[in-house]
């Protein structure tokens, strides 16, 4: 495995490779309970079946810190190979928590988790070089340049084969677009070139699963775009991409898949085009004429009609904006403005939740 971790300034990108895991409270470990109210899920079957088809199964994976805090609680999460998968919360919701889990870097204090079908932590040996991540940002030398930087970072991962070095690290330049500045010191790099060669230090080998904590955090908007478009190409390639985040924004414009959290539990998870497919479409009509306008949308049995100063709504339903039109303009009602209004992923969530999400960061 090789995961890029935050040591603080400048720091070495300590407990990267081989981290052990900590000796942390509460080592009893079984079977959890699903506690997560999972708005769409495409679940696994229960046993973990070996060809799933899931880069990430947990079962009731649950962290109690030592001061009785429960940061994640009872999580069943289920990443499908080759999605992009957004797992988003606000801080403090477990996301961190979560990965330092799925990576062996903290121990759970109950639940079981599968990798790329292989269960976890025994089958960490074989599985963990198959994954790439990055925890809480880079962690390079200033003073060295990018390239002098990742083969210190490989030479840390007993996994890694020194004879194949200079290509891989070539290779991973080159993925993140940093080939041509592989010669400048760190310290000269953009936030935006500092995080894409934070992303070539989890791709120093062919990962098939990257994992991903908050890689855009920091960034200015135009270093956010480059990680943006990293990752997609990445996924487009096949990797199956884990991404944390606290922007709903953002993950709505990177992501296949969604898990949202919310205080250390799951409160939806599934495809977003699934997500937005049961969402409640609604239907607007701009006209003086409210009243008729309400008569003809009830009359084409559109239910939830609410009527405005200038405008009447009602839930589209699976009905076609078209025929609603039509049957106004028929009916003589004069029609200013129509529009057919999909509720975004924030509306869905905070009908799910009762509470706003930060989308803004
Ligand atoms: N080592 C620790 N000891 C005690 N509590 C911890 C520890 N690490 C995290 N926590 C607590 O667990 C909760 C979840 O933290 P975590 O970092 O996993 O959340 P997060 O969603 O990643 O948030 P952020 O984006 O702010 O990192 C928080 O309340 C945090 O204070």
């Known amino acids: 495995m090789s995961i890029v971790q935050n040591a603080g300034s400048g720091g070495t990108g300590k407990n990267r490779t081989g981290a052990a895991p900590e000796n942390g409270t509460g080592e009893a470990r079984g079977a959890g309970t699903a506690g997560s109210a999972v708005l769409t899920a495409e679940r696994p079957a229960p046993g973990f079946p070996a060809d799933d088809g899931f880069a990430i199964v947990t079962s009731g994976l649950t962290k109690r810190f030592g001061s009785g805090q429960v940061a994640v609680d009872a999580l069943d999460l289920a990443v499908p190979g080759g999605s992009v998968f957004g797992f988003l919360g606000p801080n403090g919701s477990g996301k961190t928590t979560t990965i330092r889990m799925l990576l062996g870097l903290v121990s759970p204090t ?3 988790w599968r990798l790329l079908g292989t269960p976890m932590p025994g089958g960490a040996g074989g599985v963990l070089p198959r994954v790439g991540a990055l925890v809480e940002g880079p962690a390079f030398y200033p003073y060295l340049s990018g390239e002098a930087n990742l083969r210190r970072y490989d030479a840390a991962d007993p996994s890694a084969d020194p004879r194949t070095v200079s290509a891989r690290i070539g290779y991973a330049l080159e993925r993140v677009g940093l080939a041509a500045a ?3 010191r760190y310290r000269a790099y953009s936030l935006g ?3 894409r060669l934070a992303i070539a230090g989890a791709l120093l080998g062919p990962r098939e699963l990257l994992i991903l904590d908050e890689p855009t955090n920091g960034l200015d908007p135009q270093g956010t775009r480059e990680v943006r478009g990293l990752v997609k190409e990445i996924a487009a390639e096949g990797t199956t991409v884990f991404v944390s ?3 709903l924004a953002e993950v709505e414009q990177m992501c296949s898949h969604i898990a949202v959290m919310r205080a250390g539990r799951l409160v939806a998870q599934g495809a977003i085009a699934e997500l937005r497919a049961g969402e409640a479409v609604r239907i607007r009509v701009e006209t003086p004429d409210t009243v008729e306008a309400a008569a003809v949308l009830a009359g084409l049995g559109l239910s939830e009609i609410r009527l405005g100063d200038g405008d009447v709504s009602a839930a589209l339903g699976t ?26 992923l924030e509306d869905m ?7 706003g999400f930060d989308v803004d960061g």
């Open 110 to 112: 109950a639940g079981d």
């Open 182 to 184: 592989a010669r400048k």
């Open 193 to 195: 070139m500092r995080q």
């Open 245 to 247: 985040s606290h922007l």
């Open 319 to 344: 009905g076609a904006a078209e025929r609603v039109c039509a049957a106004l303009v028929a009916d003589g009602v004069a029609v200013r403005g129509l529009a057919v209004q999909r509720p975004s």
């Open 349 to 355: 969530f905070v009908g799910l939740t009762g509470e």
